[in-house]
């Protein structure tokens, strides 16, 4: 048996989460229903470019997200993780060409597997349900990623809704792209297409469900709206999650967002320049699912896929 680097421990372990839109690195230490994060990181590789078009990943954009995620498992390593594995969601599991990717994350030695979206939904209840608020009673979350948007909904019975819908950030991007200076006219079509969407989709599976007015947002599009609002790139996730927005925060925001040039989206504190485009996207879904669904107030929580993962 080899011996430990002087870091591990034997609960300190490391999920990727290889999104549609941006490859995420989570290190923890990991105890019976409780993950503490040591490192939160992120890299926009755009797996899901045209694949939602196409029905194919992109070689570049599997190269590119493998190397990325090669470099993670490597610092999670030389953190002490005696565990690095990764979760690929949308954009893998919609491709014809997925095994590609599985075999690109071999070579750079990172297990991977490529989750179904019932599947991706549970972890995210999961990793939602470790933090102390969320620990019981009522929950509605949502996790808007680039390819897809998972929706959850538990009460004291246990979990009423759970479903994967084909909705996200980088996928409403390629349909709807608007200008560097966006028009009344785009955005209109834009809230057209998601309230149409929420009509066929959302609001029939939902039926007679009882909804809690908070929301609670997983993901990156709520962090970054939180920093938006604050006005700063430091906000750790015990701060985050203290937070709340209420519904006009929402829409304030995203007015102001829409009404932006890319170029000034680009300079905001508290939003990398390389989601200038896609925060568009991520704000209108937050603001239509708020307004149909009847939620009055936002809980952002950096909680999801990644803590599901690590405590499955």
């Known amino acids: ?97 997925g095994m590609d990717l ?18 991706e939904a549970e972890l995210v209840l999961r990793g939602v349900r470790s933090q102390p608020d969320f620990a019981d009673g009522p929950l509605a979350i949502i996790d808007v990623g680039g390819g897809s948007t998972e929706l959850l909904v538990a009460d004291e019975a246990g979990l009423r809704v759970q479903h994967s819908f084909p909705l996200g950030t980088v996928r409403l991007l390629e349909q709807h792209r608007p200008s560097d200076l966006p028009t009344a006219q785009e955005r209109a079509k834009v809230i057209e297409a998601l309230d149409q969407f929420l009509d066929d989709q959302v609001t029939p599976l939902l039926g007679s469900v009882a909804l809690p007015g908070p929301l609670v947002g997983a993901g990156g599009t709520p962090v970054f709206l939180s920093r938006i609002l604050k006005e700063t790139d430091d906000l750790d996730a015990a ?61 952002p929580t950096l909680r999801g896929v990644r803590y599901g993962s690590l405590l499955s």
């Not at 011996?3 to 989460?17: F, G, K, L, S």
């Not at 409780?34 to 470019?49: A, D, F, I, S, Y």
């Not at 297990?111 to 599947?119: F, K, V």
């Open 102 to 119: 599985i075999e690109a994350f071999r070579d750079v030695n990172v297990p991977l597997t490529i989750i179904e979206g019932e599947r």
């Open 1 to 97: 048996m080899e011996a430990m680097d002087e870091n591990q421990t034997q609960n300190r372990r490391a999920v990727i989460d290889v999104g549609s839109n941006s490859v995420k690195l989570l290190v923890a230490e990991v105890t019976t229903g409780n993950v503490t994060p040591l490192v939160h990181e992120g890299e926009q590789t755009r797996l899901g470019r045209g694949v939602f078009d196409s029905g194919k990943l992109d070689p570049e954009a599997i190269a590119q997200t493998a190397f990325v995620a090669g470099q993670f498992a490597e610092k999670a390593r030389r953190m002490g993780a005696v565990e690095v594995k990764a979760v690929a969601t949308s954009a893998a599991r919609e491709a014809r060409n």
């Open 239 to 299: 701060e985050l999650e203290t937070l709340s927005w209420l519904l006009p925060d929402v829409q304030s925001l995203t007015d102001r967002l829409w009404m932006m040039s890319l170029e000034r989206r680009q300079s905001l504190a508290g939003l990398p320049a390389d989601r200038a485009d896609v925060i568009l996207f991520g704000a209108a879904i937050y603001e239509a699912v708020m307004m149909r669904c009847g939620f009055h107030q936002l809980r």
